[in-house]
Nanobody, 111 residues
Framework: QLQASGGGLVQAGDSLRLSCAGS????????MGWFRQAPGKEREFVVGISASGGSTYYADSVKGRFTISRDNAKNTVYLQMNSLKPEDTAVYYC??????WGQGTLVTVSS
């Protein structure tokens, strides 16, 4: 089970940090990721991180602004989002192994 948190309403240029806490054996050892779905659009990949945390993957739209990290001891994955833009507005979902989804957390960026 995955529990995402940290969303909110911010202004363009601000930062937010999302967290995704897993229970049970969800995190070990699986790739984790964040996806997002904007109103009227399909869900899209944002960032991913390998089981060890040694490799990360970013969508072009967030490279240089977003950073994913994980703490396997805490069963938690983080998404640090800087320099937010209105087009980042979406519900953000964490995912484990492309199978398990969290409930989503809303990020709204005002211009």
């Amino acid at each position: 089970q995955l529990q995402a948190s940290g969303g909110g309403l911010v202004q363009a240029g601000d930062s937010l940090r999302l967290s995704c806490a897993g229970s049970g054996r969800t995190f070990r050892p699986v790739v984790m990721g964040w996806f997002r779905q904007a109103p009227g659009k399909e869900r899209e990949f944002v960032v991913g991180i390998s089981a060890s945390g040694g490799s990360t993957y970013y969508a072009d739209s967030v490279k240089g602004r977003f950073t994913i990290s994980r703490d396997n001891a805490k069963n938690t994955v983080y998404l640090q989002m800087n320099s937010l833009k209105p087009e980042d507005t979406a519900v953000y979902y964490c995912n484990a192994a492309f199978i398990i989804w969290g409930q989503g957390t809303l990020v709204t960026v005002s211009s």
